[in-house]
Nanobody
Framework: QVQLVESGGGLVQAGGSLRLSCAAS????????MGWYRQAPGKQRELVAT???????NYADSVKGRFTISRDNGKYTAYLQMNSLKPEDTAVYYC?????????WGQGTQVTVSS
């Protein structure tokens, strides 16, 4: 099994920055892609960004140029650097790992952007 623990959420003013971290443990050798998703109140969970073990990235159009996903394979940790935050970025952010044992989700971390 794979376990994921997110950290780094919080309250920030519009235009500010936050950095989310996702630490993986367990069957980490089997992890391929990792990603960040978010879910705002009353909305469906949506993809924010993904990164493969080889470093290939993919972003939602709404965050391109503002958010950067990265991973440290040595520390088995993925990061999401969020700059120029907007109120519409307010959501619970979930880390995701796709591995040989299946898809694993973290518990989520709240990000709130005030106007």
């Amino acid at each position: 099994q794979v376990q994921l623990v997110e950290s780094g959420g919080g309250l920030v003013q519009a235009g500010g920055s936050l950095r989310l971290s996702c630490a993986a443990s367990g069957s980490i050798f089997s992890i391929n892609a990792m990603g960040w998703y978010r879910q705002a109140p009353g909305k469906q969970r949506e993809l924010v960004a993904t990164i493969t073990s080889g470093g290939r990235t993919n972003y939602a159009d709404s965050v391109k140029g503002r958010f950067t996903i990265s991973r440290d394979n040595g520390k088995y940790t993925a990061y999401l650097q969020m700059n120029s935050l907007k109120p519409e970025d307010t959501a619970v952010y979930y880390c995701n790992a796709d591995s040989l044992v299946g898809v694993t989700w973290g518990q989520g971390t709240q990000v709130t952007v005030s106007s």
